[in-house]
């Protein structure tokens, strides 16, 4: 049985679903919004990101953040599944999006699929323990999505802060500091800056 590549399925789906509307439509539905700002959470239909990277989640009542999912080029981003009045949905770099109504059915239904699979990924990896074993796991996730092979590795430049990486596996930022440094001690990973990672033996 031939085994198909999963980074590869993934792929070929964005692809597929960007090229299921034609340029007129796309035109006259992108939006283009800077880093670290907030996209507006529509009723009547759903967000699919054209380029960037977006981070959803929501505030606890005591101010904890609970992340949700990290989404990039050809993801739907869907707030209608979300009854939660904190929802929110935040650019991590410069975005550009475009609007599918609720019309669009093949479309947004492929997108939830594929957003549920990957939900169920990080909750996965945010219960992994002890802690160090959750970030390995994220890296690792991180390489699979948005990560460029290098020679020296697999590049991960998602621009997130130590903070929000401690948001989505459930840790604090001076331990996601103290791991990574220790990672890069031991010849895991490589940090170009502090904006980039190197997945390299790890």
């Not at 198909?4 to 399925?9: D, F, G």
């Not at 907030?38 to 005591?62: H, N």
């Not at 209608?80 to 410069?94: G, P, Y």
Request: charged share 20%; hydrophobic share 40%; with cysteine.
């Amino acid at each position: 049985m031939k085994v198909i590549n999963k980074k590869r399925c993934k792929y070929m789906t964005a692809m597929i679903l960007r090229d299921a509307f034609s340029l007129t439509t796309l035109k006259q539905h992108q939006a283009i919004y800077q880093k670290r700002s907030l996209l507006p959470l529509r009723k009547d239909g759903f967000w699919q990101i054209q380029s960037g990277i977006v981070r959803t989640f929501r505030w606890l009542d005591d101010g904890t953040v609970v992340v949700f999912g990290l989404w990039g080029e050809g993801d739907i981003i869907s707030p209608l599944v979300s009854k939660v009045n904190s929802f929110r949905i935040q650019c991590i770099t410069d975005v550009k999006v475009s609007y599918l109504s609720l019309h669009q059915q093949t479309e947004i239904n492929q997108g939830l699929i594929n957003q549920a699979q990957e939900l169920q990924e990080l909750m996965a990896i945010k219960h992994y323990r002890p802690v160090n074993e959750a970030l390995v796991q994220l890296l690792r996730w991180l390489g699979n999505k948005f990560g460029q092979q290098r020679k020296n590795g697999i590049l991960i430049d998602v621009r997130l802060t130590h903070q929000e990486i401690a948001e989505t596996i459930g840790t604090t930022r001076v331990t996601v500091t103290r791991l990574l440094t220790l990672f890069q001690q031991k010849g895991l990973i490589d940090r170009p800056n502090k904006h980039t990672i190197i997945l390299k033996d790890i």
